[in-house]
Nanobody, 120 residues
């Protein structure tokens, strides 16, 4: 019904950059909030950044100033530009979408995750 597909993960040296994307497909009327979570080995999943359809954004303190989230509403896609990456950014990054279904219900969906590794 609704699928989120992430891409853009990989390995980068500290100080480097990566860009992630997440495209939502399926049957729905819109996406209220869409964003990124991450989960490092041994840790709980945590918020990274979110964006509303209106363009309001929220960032975790640990990534503010280094990461930038953006949305292309027409394509139901979000992006995460990650600059000045640190080893502690290493995690599986998951896309999340708060989807408005055609009948008006709001449902949450997760992508499968993409690995980001920051290491020298």
């Amino acid at each position: 019904q609704v699928q989120l597909v992430e891409s853009g993960g990989g390995m980068v040296q500290p100080g480097g950059s990566l860009s992630l994307s997440c495209a939502a497909s399926g049957t729905f009327n819109g996406i209220n909030a869409m964003g990124w979570y991450r989960q490092a080995p041994g840790n709980q999943r945590e918020l990274v950044a979110t964006a509303t359809s209106a363009g309001n954004t929220v960032y975790a303190a640990s990534v503010k100033g280094r990461f930038t989230i953006s949305r292309d509403n027409a394509k139901n896609t979000i992006f995460l530009q990650m600059d000045s990456l640190k080893p502690e950014d290493t995690a599986v990054y998951y896309c999340y979408a708060d989807v408005v279904r055609v009948w008006g219900a709001r449902q949450g969906y997760w992508g499968q995750g993409t690995q980001v590794t920051v290491s020298s």
